[in-house]
């Protein structure tokens, strides 16, 4: 199935579905009204690489304890969710479920993502795992593409295992990633809180 407008809408409509009476009011109006032919920009891999490369000197980077020359998408870590852009490699690869992880990213409160990268060390680990899991809530064709996929497996299963050792875990998860209201995920192993929250 082809990268498309349509399919990055579907996405967008999922998670707002899902998860509207979570998110803050202004977030949900926010992306309602700029869709995701504003949202996104789904672009050739050339095109796709130099705001990656952008990106990633700028911000990413300075985060990040690996090296990484590109990757399928991302979105950039604005502070205010609503001027977020997703950016998408449309290269023959890349697929569609891809946009619905992505999705996620772009309704995370500011205090989780980009505060997850900033903090650094086993948290952009953490912080992706949280995104594959809501991500795997969202359709459960979704949910079986990117297990077969095994997209982000290892840091979905410890996130996984972390909500299973106690129901509370998740809703306080989705405060967290959604609305910004601090959590104690320290038990997750490597965890450090965000400097200020």
């Excluded at 967008?12 to 949900?28: G, K, N, S, T």
């Excluded at 950039?76 to 449309?90: A, E, H, L, N, S």
């Amino acid at each position: 199935m082809p990268l498309t407008y349509s399919r990055a809408q579907t996405a967008l409509d999922r998670a707002l579905d899902r998860f509207q009476l979570i998110l803050p009011y202004h977030m949900v109006q926010t992306a309602k009204k700029r869709g995701a032919k504003d949202i996104f920009e789904i672009l050739p891999a050339v095109d796709f690489q130099k705001f990656f490369d952008l990106y990633w000197n700028s911000f990413f980077k300075l985060h990040f304890s690996g090296v990484v020359t590109t990757c399928p998408a991302f979105v950039t870590p604005d502070q205010d969710p609503g001027k977020r852009k997703i950016y998408v490699k449309d290269d023959g690869v890349t697929k569609p479920n891809t946009l619905d992880h992505e999705v996620i990213h772009y309704l995370q409160h500011p205090n989780f993502y980009p505060k997850f990268y900033e903090v650094a060390g086993h948290n952009p680990f953490i912080l992706e795992g949280v995104t594959e899991y809501f991500t795997r809530e969202l359709d459960s064709e979704v949910a079986k593409e990117r297990v077969l996929d095994k997209k982000y497996q290892p840091n979905f299963l410890q996130v996984e295992s972390w909500t299973k050792a106690d129901a509370s875990r998740r809703d306080a998860m989705v405060a967290y990633c959604f609305q910004g209201e601090k959590v104690d995920m320290t038990t997750i192993s490597g965890v450090a809180m965000p400097v200020g929250m």
